[in-house]
């Protein structure tokens, strides 16, 4: 059986309440529907403070510090805006863990990316790490399939006993 995004966001959500951690989000792509999901769980209050919906990039720019130039080299659809939306919303929220999501929900391409293309980071305390996903379906699969993959990304790096792999540019 597949996973199920209300049950990774609690999973996640337990996982981080055992560690004393707080939960945030800078989404894009997903539009606040990651958010949703999270606050869907009972008791999430205790550990999710918010999240960001940077939708245009003058968002991931001001109130996250994704850097211009960084954005203008490479666009939004990268992995270094990636990383750098998930540290801006750790530092903006004050959270321990960041969730970012960032990519091409359809129906068409963007910025020279095909539709389906989304990047993911997750940012702790010991750094970040992102994962690429090529994802099929309509716009709302895309972003249910981006939530989905946020929040096991979010347990594999939050939940592990090392971080996982950390992402060096951010």
Do not use: N
Not at 67 to 82: C, H, M, Q, W
Not at 87 to 93: D, H, K, N, P, T
Request: charged share 15%; proline share 5%.
């Amino acid at each position: 059986m597949a996973a199920e995004p209300h049950t990774e966001a609690e999973r996640l959500l337990v996982g981080l309440a055992g560690r004393g951690w707080s939960l945030g989000t800078a989404e894009s792509l997903t539009g606040g529907l990651l958010a949703a999901t999270v606050v869907a769980v009972p008791g999430a209050s205790r550990v999710f403070h918010g999240s960001v919906v940077a939708y245009d990039r003058r968002v991931k720019i001001d109130l996250l510090g994704v850097p211009a130039d960084l954005v203008e080299r490479v666009g939004t659809v990268d992995e270094a805006v990636a990383a750098r939306l998930a540290s801006g919303a750790r530092r903006v929220l004050g959270v321990d863990v960041a969730l970012a999501t960032t990519g091409v929900a359809g129906p068409g391409p963007s910025e020279g990316h095909p539709a389906g293309t989304v990047w993911l980071a997750c940012a702790t305390p010991t750094g970040v790490s992102t994962r690429l996903l090529a994802l099929t379906g309509d716009r709302p699969q895309v972003r249910s399939d981006a939530v989905l993959a946020s929040l096991v990304l979010g347990c594999e790096v939050a939940l592990s006993a090392d971080g996982g792999p950390m992402y060096g540019g951010a």
